[in-house]
């Protein structure tokens, strides 16, 4: 797939220069200079010959076909230019020029031109407004980057095209090495979850690592990283996060920033290694690249300096990361190869006078450990220290193991030469011991995200047509907010438990409910134009007998009619008093980007002082949604403290998974909460005693 | 201060060699190399002379005064060398060999046999085991490192040898200068402390930096950490403070590592930025050797790209900076002097074709601007971007406006040069914007602190008698606990209210104190010998008759007979049951660094579960007491939630600094909590209703 972008026979530069000072001409000498061997055309009106090629006046006059196009000519001309490629039977187009989507509703309409142009005639686009592509693996360089990155496992994209050359001059700098290297653009047509889904089965590519600001189809975007994931990692920055950043956004793009929440969910439950700093994205994407999968979270550290090893050791804790307990016969092997003064526990000191051969040793015994899952080997230039010779050991070791190794020679001068030879074995190197850490970090989170079995939605048997009938009554009335007994109805439906709840029209009748429902009860003013009932006193709890039944009646009744003289009333509500451990909330927002998105909190001051919840995006599997419960940081009362029981958990994941499914089938449903779900101990099931929809 | 190490007028070497691959090569050829002014002694007795200085047998041998002397010899011939220095006069020795303290308790017997030495002759030490001290005031290089710190005014220092040599090659490769460089081995003499202190008023040292394992001595690192910050900053890294990082540090150095709950508390209450990294460190303490102080919160970005600004734009709101609301003159020199596509509001994007004359425009405006405290200032490497000249620009601008500007020129090759122009003019660059931030926000945090008045701690007048009889009556009972009426009696004698409370040995002398009392009452069992009460049922609440005062009297006396029968009984405690809005505890721990440690939370699930708890170390101040109420997660609930009163904060303020004027008053608490600390609506004060005290 792609392969117009990825492996052209032919390509056309419509806009091509000798004008030095032009895009038009860096984009055609970057095709030229960094060694593309398909056949270019130079398109240009006003010129025969470009470089050394000969110039065309229009794609049409070229003789063979063109698989490619880049388009570098002011933005007036662009559509007519595109309607070309299209007779020409291109397959796909570049857009350098900007002054699209970026610049307004003008630019905007102009952009729905060229998209529709594109459609008519099956083209695919990048772009408009930005760098073009690079092609290491056709060594082709579509842009106009002042640079050609080296070759290498990294596929990497970019919504922003000033930070394309900022990432290929650092990774020149640091000698790291691209597969694929696309600037979006506006992403008109094709947009980052093509390309993630283009380079699933990349053989080229072992990594994709991706800078966003926002994500063109949150569904699709959620379906295709699921997928991908399995198969390699990705690394992302999403910026415009927060709510300054998000004002950038808008400012920058046009792009609708999604919710930090929203994003926070959709890469926790697609597997997407979230990066927060472009230095991360590298630092991660190398671990990646250049060593083998990590097999477990449990790492040793082998140090010539104390102090490193014990940042590496705090950071390791700080990032979940254990440090192994290394077997009987490592340790023995470490007594015998260290001097006394020696740590032989994780992390391991090899002391600041340890030449190479002690570091190699130490090195390849907690690598035969098969406690050890991967090694931090940290250098700190001392006296006796031989960079060279160290990263040479540390080389020719991790090409004998299958266990990711991360360098970390700190310094700079001492060690530059150390660090060349690191990355000529593919050891990443990082300065500082935290770095390396981070980087292990994510790659134990990539391995844990392995272990992860393909999502499974668990299909509940509802009564739909309850539902629809309901949601149709409402819209009949012109109603857009289900409460109540309405709302209780349609959680019946779902399958989730409601208390027992009648309408009782008279003072007697409600005796009659409440005897055979059990004392005490809950009453609640009757009327389907009155929304906030405890606002005007309209609920009253724990009503232990007749006399207390009447007389509420009475009151409620008096004071809904003293609130509201033209309200419909029906009478009181008597309902089942359900008491319980714990109140939790489930609750469900409409996501601009991602869709429904579900929250679970404890209900309360949890909710609404803490703001300890958790949101998916639905639908989500089980285990997602034991997750949701088991990350608050509330979690510990529900699994019980000071000797209490438990909370029946499974009955709140249930909960939480029939919601999931009935804000799929309903998508008319645009916010709901069941607040609160009241939670017995395990065994005994929960109660949704409070429901709110609203529609669309 | 300390001039025997910043300034000597003569250096001796003890063990100063002309074999290369000694220390004590390296040592001598360093001082000579970097160009000491002062006299060079090489001292050992087998060679007449060395790097053509003349050599003598013995320090007594020098025939003028030598002010510092360098100890490179081994382990054994250590004491005696010390001794002869003591006898010269020499007023400083740096004890560069190893073995002592770190290697176990035979080295610590002879470490402390060095500081009994010093002590006799008034000589200060440094290490033993470390690498040396540098000075490029008096260009100095008393250490075995390879290399010389540019000069620069940041002084470090390092309990880590091998951070030495690593942060020195760092700042090397950096072009980062440092002003004292001190390695600290194990401190048996001068600490961190001490260096701290004398560094407060030197003249060439705008920052002071510092690697960590341990503090010598907790209260004396409050009071002088506390006062020096008000003249410099002070950046630290406090490494080994997570619970598998202490491990590590106890095999490192024998420092014992604090708690980092400690550090946390006595780092905030000190002013002292922590760093979490050397890079960090690095990051941090540039931006205040370099740059002017931020004289606000708001700060403004000037990009040349979008992306990166947007990153830098999240990165603020993370780290609690503020993008300014630029001037209406600002917003109009902007928009003349910016192309119409570029963005004037915060962050303002000049373009990716940005020459640098706008560039300048643009910062300057924003320098220019009052609600602009500082600046950071990004430039992607793009087609027309020139680094060096747009370099040249923030350089100039970086000198005739008061206010910080961090550059970001991101990137490696193509900005180098860009790099190296900020550098000559004194502006930090990092190398992604959320570095820039980071070091932005340590200075808005340091800006803060300086705000912060002295501290002052209020004194209450305590019933100290009645304190020091309950204490000699507990330890004259052989007990070390202290609970119940005997505690409520040490509340009571601070000034913290507590509920009235009377012992009655028979049901009728029950009911008459409750009838008094009013009910409804609280009971316990009174026992000396019955510590947890409650755990045997010997606790009643709410206990609202006559009838059931006389019932609950039986029955918590049989009970305690029962599960007791040795047990002294005294009858049953009558108390005021008090109600109020919240619970919350105090407590206090000692910490083996810095003393008492006391804490605040809410009562129940908040501190057992949700772990919403805060440290200060005591003494502190009215403002230390008012933040950990506020900095607490469920503070909110403290205010008030939905239209709840506010708790009465200002009585929890009184009996923190009460509690912290207790523990500081009698050294022998060891422990203690009140727990729950009842706290009605705001204007209504608290009630300490139970609190247990440990002696030592």
Chains 1, 2 share one sequence.
């Not at 190794?405 to 990082?430: D, H, S």
């Not at 709140?652 to 309903?666: G, K, N, P, Y």
Request: some cysteine.
């Amino acid at each position: 797939m792609l392969e117009m972008l990825s492996d052209p026979q032919s390509v056309a530069v419509i806009g091509a220069s000798r004008d030095e000072r032009k895009l038009g001409y860096g984009v055609l000498s970057n095709i030229i200079r960094y060694g593309y061997q398909g056949r270019v055309y130079p398109i240009n009106p006003k010129a025969d010959e470009i470089l050394g090629l000969r110039c065309y006046p229009s794609i049409l006059d070229v003789p063979d076909p063109v698989d490619l196009a880049v388009i570098v000519i002011p933005r007036k001309y662009v559509a007519a230019s595109l309607e070309e490629c299209g007779q020409k039977g291109v397959k796909g187009v570049i857009i350098i020029t900007a002054g699209f989507r970026e610049v307004g509703s003008e630019g905007m309409k102009m952009e729905r031109k060229l998209i529709a142009i594109a459609q008519r005639y099956g083209m695919r686009l990048v772009g408009p407004n930005c760098l073009g592509i690079i092609d290491t693996v056709a060594k082709l360089n579509a842009s106009f980057a002042a640079g050609m990155p080296y070759p290498g496992s990294i596929a990497f994209m970019s919504q922003s095209g000033a930070l394309c050359t900022a990432v290929l001059d650092m990774s020149i700098g640091e000698g790291v090495g691209f597969s694929r290297f696309i600037s979006l653009g506006n992403k008109a047509d094709l947009n980052e979850i093509d390309f993630i889904e283009t380079w699933r089965d990349d053989p080229h590519s072992r990594v994709i690592m991706a800078y966003l600001e926002g994500i063109a189809d949150g569904t699709r975007f959620m379906r295709v990283g699921r997928e991908v994931t399995k198969h390699k990692p990705i690394i992302a920055i999403k910026s415009g996060t927060t709510s300054a950043g998000s004002r950038a956004v808008s400012s920058h793009t046009g792009t609708l920033a999604g919710s930090e929440r929203a994003y926070e969910a959709a890469f926790n439950q697609t597997g997407i290694i979230r990066a927060n700093s472009i230095q991360d994205l590298f630092d991660y994407s190398i671990a990646f690249a250049r060593q083998p999968p990590l097999s477990s979270n449990r790492i040793a550290i082998v140090t010539n300096a104390g102090g490193p090893g014990i940042m590496a050791t705090d950071a390791c804790e700080r990032a979940g990361l254990q440090l192994a307990s290394l077997e009987r016969e490592t340790l023995d092997a470490l007594k015998e190869a260290l001097p006394p003064e020696a740590s032989i526990l994780n992390p391991v000191d090899v002391l600041g006078d340890a030449l190479p051969n002690r570091y190699g040793l130490a090195l390849e015994s907690v690598l035969k450990d098969a406690n050890v899952g991967g090694v931090i080997a940290i250098t700190a230039p001392q006296v006796m220290t031989n960079a060279v010779e160290i990263a040479r050991v540390i080389g020719e070791l991790s090409t004998k193991y299958d266990k990711p190794i991360l360098g970390c020679f700190m310094g700079e001068p001492t060690v530059a030469a150390g660090v060349k030879v690191l990355n000529e074995y593919r050891v990443p190197n990082y300065p500082v011991p935290e770095r390396a850490v981070a980087a292990m970090a994510a790659m134990m989170r990539y391995s844990q995200w392995l272990e992860v079995p393909p999502l499974e939605i668990e299909e509940f048997d509802f009564d739909v047509e309850t539902i629809r009938r309901v949601f149709d009554q409402v819209r009949a009335d012109g109603r857009l907010t289900i409460g109540d007994a309405e709302a209780r109805e349609v959680m019946r439906a779902c399958g989730i438990p409601v208390p027992a709840s009648v309408v009782a029209s008279s003072p007697d009748e409600a005796v009659a409910h409440a005897e055979k429902m059990g004392y005490p009860v809950v009453m609640k003013v009757a009327s389907p134009d009155i929304l906030h009932k405890s606002d005007i006193g309209g609920v009253k709890l724990n009503i232990g007998d007749a006399t207390a039944v009447r007389d509420t009646f009475d009151l409620l009744v008096y004071r809904a009619t003293r609130h509201m003289p033209d309200a419909q009333i029906w009478g009181c509500q008597i309902q089942q008093m359900v008491k319980g451990r714990h109140e939790v909330i489930i609750g469900m927002n409409c996501d601009p980007q991602f869709g429904p998105l579900v929250m679970f909190g404890l209900g309360g001051i949890y909710v609404e002082a803490l703001r300890d919840v958790t949101f998916r995006v639905a639908p989500f599997s089980r285990r997602e949604a034991e997750e949701m419960i088991t990350e608050i940081r509330a979690y510990s009362l529900l699994r019980g403290v000071r000797g209490e029981p438990p909370a029946d958990t499974a009955a709140i994941v249930d909960a939480l998974l029939r919601v999931s499914q009935l804000v799929i089938e309903f998508p008319e449903i645009v916010e709901m909460d069941i607040n609160p779900l009241i939670v017995h101990e395990a065994g005994q099931g929960s109660v949704g005693v409070d429901m709110r929809l609203v529609l669309s």
